[in-house]
């Protein structure tokens, strides 16, 4: 395990900003920065990160945490891994205590398929370099294609050698675990004819050129395996298997090289293989990613827009390519992605033409070359339907459902200006496409309404719940246990007066009051125990807490989706809004508010008491009471210079 000291120095030099603005794209918004969340679908920023509280949440899909806790969430890290990462990236020296074999064996999966892979890439790259197996038969093959060792180095390439079983030796001889070993798609089990029955494990990329594939922040999380030559029966190329840490859907494969590429350039290049990228990088083209050779996905889109707005989508000329480029055109424009479409001619691809024309004349190509999306599709649908009066129907409603895709405020203008080229394209009145777009934007509302106001059933109303199980949703009614919280937390440690400090003020003032909801009890009673055993507890020290419970609640106590903005001093003269002190008034205020929201309901009860009184030594007491009650609120109220709650 991570010794304390060293996670002190870690916890101590994490700037949340730097960490998660290396997988979002942020924009400062007053105090706060805003992002698109990287956790689900959206079209608008909801993902606030604190740089003066350290959290992050999303006022979207409730996702919330700390710098630590989002390395494990978006990276599918280990604690001890995140902190090992965050070690790297500050030059700290790590320093460990013993590690128990308990701890040993609960090691999560991912981080056992990161250190497997680390090593395979490691062996590949050896065999294709340093054996003369790989240089002759391999090496060779990559020259000839035009690769210099250069970017074979950069793009970390490798090869399996043809013996059945080269890289399984090697493993298990390193003390990979078999279950591991199979589950990366690395080997493969299989009963040989001399075996009488025992099962073998053998290298599943034998004999191929062997392509690494990174996350965004340069682990291995993969590998395409690909033959060298022309394939006869074998796949041309073998993929890892999905597993903890390989999503396909969500890969882009050469993002981690091409990231900061697309930042400057605000532009993605998107192809299709691993050779087109590897191609244009070493022409000095590195802005480039490739899908893989699959359907686009909405989370690989949301990739690229990570970093820029801007897809141009380079693919090969044929029809296959032509339907390819189609296929992802809806789900683009639904992310707000200004997409292009470049078509390589003569049936060659970008590998082969950028290494055919060079890298100036490719680069001339593709701007000079580069079509709208949208007119590009109607071109298309309009050169297959003819003088066919039925297949133009079909497409006057395909373009119309296309562009119902832009439906967000911003994206008003950019629609009308397509209907208006369309329109005249197809030789349509431009209000009935208007209407017809119309009609397809109100369908899929009333679909999403209906979808919403769906009853869920018992095994969906589990899941949900068992996804959601740290995301803390309070009722309106809470709130002023929330706030008493908030102040208590961000103030707690501040002098009140000469002889307490703001938390035992709030500990006195709260003697006589209770918090409904459990867990803003059980975080109210953790940070008084804390208080009281002489430590410093504040949000900050809660926050990387090791009781992922108390890290939740520490930040939807503390992060709220509006921030007041500092501009108000400049805006209101001689009054200062938010360049001033206010933790005193803050603390009265939620403590009053507090207090009157809990004697209303005390006065609640207690007229339900009375009416169900049939005693009148009962009735005077609760009549007492109620008098007791008025005057504590009359009083309150008079503080606050405000009216009786209703």
């Known amino acids: 395990m991570i010794a304390p000291q060293t996670i002190e120095q870690i916890t101590n030099r994490i700037d949340i900003i730097d960490v998660v603005g290396e997988f979002v794209k942020l924009k400062k918004r007053g105090a706060n920065y805003l992002g698109l969340c990287p956790f689900h679908n959206e079209k608008t920023p909801s993902f606030t990160v604190s740089p003066s509280k350290e959290i992050y949440k999303c006022f979207g899909c409730g996702k919330s945490g700390n710098t630590i806790t989002f390395l494990m ?113 690395l080997l493969v089990e299989r009963n040989p004819a001399s075996s009488a029955g025992r099962e073998e494990l053998f290298d599943n990329y034998r004999g191929r050129i062997i392509f690494p594939i990174h996350n965004n922040t340069g682990k291995i999380i993969g590998f395409g395996a690909r033959v060298i030559g022309k394939a006869d029966r074998a ?45 244009l990088h070493q022409a000095g083209i590195d802005n480039v990613v490739a899908s893989g050779g699959t359907s686009l996905t909405t989370d690989q889109l949301r990739i690229v827009k990570k970093y820029t707005n801007n897809l141009t989508i380079i693919y090969d000329g ?5 339907k390819a480029a189609m296929r992802g055109l809806d789900m683009a424009l639904e992310e707000g992605l200004n997409v292009k479409l470049v078509l390589i001619p003569d049936n060659e691809d970008p590998d082969s033409y950028v290494k055919k024309v060079g890298a100036d004349a490719f680069k001339s190509f593709i701007a000079a070359n580069k079509k709208d999306f949208i007119l590009f599709q109607l071109d298309v649908l309009l050169k297959e339907a003819g003088d066919d009066i039925t297949k133009k129907k079909e497409a006057v409603n395909q373009v119309a459902e296309s562009l119902s895709k832009l439906n967000r405020a911003e994206d008003f203008t950019r629609r009308q200006a397509y209907i208006h080229e369309c329109a005249a394209a197809l030789k349509i009145d431009e209000s009935g496409l208007i209407n017809l777009v119309n009609k397809f934007i109100h369908d899929k509302v009333a679909k999403e309404e209906k979808k919403q ?47 307490h400090t703001i938390a035992q003020h709030i500990f006195k003032e709260l003697e006589q009051f209770s918090f409904d909801n459990p867990d803003m009890a059980f975080l109210y009673n953790t940070y008084r125990n804390y208080y009281e055993m002489g430590l410093q507890p504040s949000a900050k020290t ?28 400049e805006k209101l003269e001689n009054i200062q809004v938010s360049n001033v002190d206010n933790s005193s008034k803050d603390v009265a205020m939620s ?55 209703k």
Not at 542 to 562: G, M
């Open 591 to 645: 403590l009053s508010y507090f207090k009157l929201h809990k004697i209303k309901k005390m006065f609640e009860q207690n007229q339900q008491d009375i009416e169900k009184s049939t005693n009148w030594d009962e009735t005077r007491q609760l009549m007492e009471v109620h008098r007791y009650l008025k005057g504590i609120e009359r009083e309150i109220t008079q503080q606050l210079g405000t009216v009786i709650l």
């Open 318 to 322: 044929d029809a296959a390519g032509v």
């Open 542 to 569: 809660l926050l990387y807490n090791e009781d992922e419970r108390i890290r939740s609640l520490v930040v939807n106590v503390t992060l709220f989706p509006f921030e007041l903005s500092q501009r108000w001093d």
């Open 235 to 279: 796949p041309k190329y073998i993929n890892t298997p999905e597993n903890e840490i390989y999503i396909k859907s969500k890969i882009l494969y050469g993002s981690y090289f091409a990231r900061h590429s697309i930042d400057k350039n605000n532009e993605c290049l998107l192809v299709e293989g691993y050779t087109d990228v590897i191609s």
């Open 453 to 499: 106001a769906a009853p869920i059933s018992g095994l969906e109303e589990t899941a949900t719940a068992e996804e959601d199980k740290t995301a803390l949703l309070f009722h309106p009614d809470e709130a002023q246990e929330k706030s008493v919280l908030r102040v208590l937390l961000e103030y707690g440690l501040n002098q009140w007066d000469d002889d």
């Open 73 to 185: 969430e978006h990276e599918k890290y280990s604690y001890a891994e995140a902190l090992k990462w965050l070690a790297q990236r500050y030059n700290i020296e790590i320093q460990e205590t013993e590690v128990s074999d308990e701890t040993r064996t609960i090691q999560q999966a991912a981080e056992s398929l990161h250190v497997l892979n680390n090593f395979a890439q490691k062996f590949f790259t050896e065999q294709l370099l340093q054996t003369e197996e790989g240089q002759s038969h391999a090496l060779t093959y990559l020259e000839e294609r035009g690769y210099d060792e250069k970017i074979i180095t950069h793009f970390q390439l490798g090869y399996n050698p043809q013996s059945r079983n080269a890289f399984a030796t090697a493993a298990l001889q390193n003390q990979f675990n078999k279950e591991v070993l199979l589950k990366s798609g």
